[in-house]
């Protein structure tokens, strides 16, 4: 069965997040998986997890209760999104197999460039040293998931100062420009979803393109 790749370009967060929703809940047994390529406006997400949650300490972006996992992040323009609607029980896949893809995904990436990343049993996402530089969440609705993975790449980073990244106080923050990554957003994605699509156990060949939602 392909595997359907979705270039969007920026999108609304609320939107897209709807979108995902949709498609989740109408899919069938032999609808294929998609990967959703995107970036968002300035817009912080909070999870499910939000107990004890601190709010952005700055007002000028909007702040969004979302359905995936884990606690409070920021999303902005040059920071790559991909969302994965992925079928986990026809392939008989756990949570474990779909995050283990995405991070190794993001670390070898980057190994490409020489940069040595890492991924943390306590704190998903993958890390340069002690710095963030992607994060992670999804949602599982009767074995079919969606949400994905931000990668930061050439962003503005301030805003992550105003949270505790996905809720540890005082995280840093990186991003590849700051690692001397010659890489745009456009360029770091479509490298990324060709490697996250392998993890996944796809071959460029099953790849099917599609545009619109």
């Given amino acids: 069965m392909p595997l359907h790749i979705r270039r969007l370009g ?14 989740t809940a109408s899919r069938g047994a032999d609808t ?8 968002h406006a300035p817009i912080y997400t909070l999870g499910l997890n939000r107990r004890d949650a601190t709010p952005p300490l700055r007002s000028d972006i909007p702040l969004l209760p979302v359905d995936r996992g884990g606690k409070i992040t920021y999303h902005g323009p040059g920071q790559v999104v991909i969302y994965l609607l992925l079928d986990l029980g026809r392939r008989n896949w756990t949570i474990r197999h779909v995050v283990d893809a995405m991070e190794n995904s993001i670390v070898a990436l980057l190994a490409e460039h020489a940069i040595e990343a890492h991924a943390r049993a306590d704190a998903p996402g993958v890390y340069i040293g002690e710095a963030k530089i992607a994060s992670l969440g999804l949602r599982i609705k009767q074995q079919r998931c969606y949400h994905g993975l931000a990668l930061n790449v050439d962003m503005d980073l301030a805003p992550f100062s105003a949270i505790d990244p996905c809720g540890y106080k005082g995280m840093p923050v990186t991003q590849t420009r700051d690692l001397g990554l010659p890489l745009t957003p456009a360029q770091a994605g479509e490298r990324l979803l060709k490697l996250l699509a392998g993890k996944l156990g796809y071959t460029e060949n099953e790849f099917l393109r599609t545009e619109a939602l």
């Fill in 10 to 23: 920026l999108s609304g967060y609320e939107d897209t997040w709807h979108a995902m929703q949709h498609f």
């Fill in 32 to 39: 294929p998986d998609e990967l959703w390529l995107t970036e």
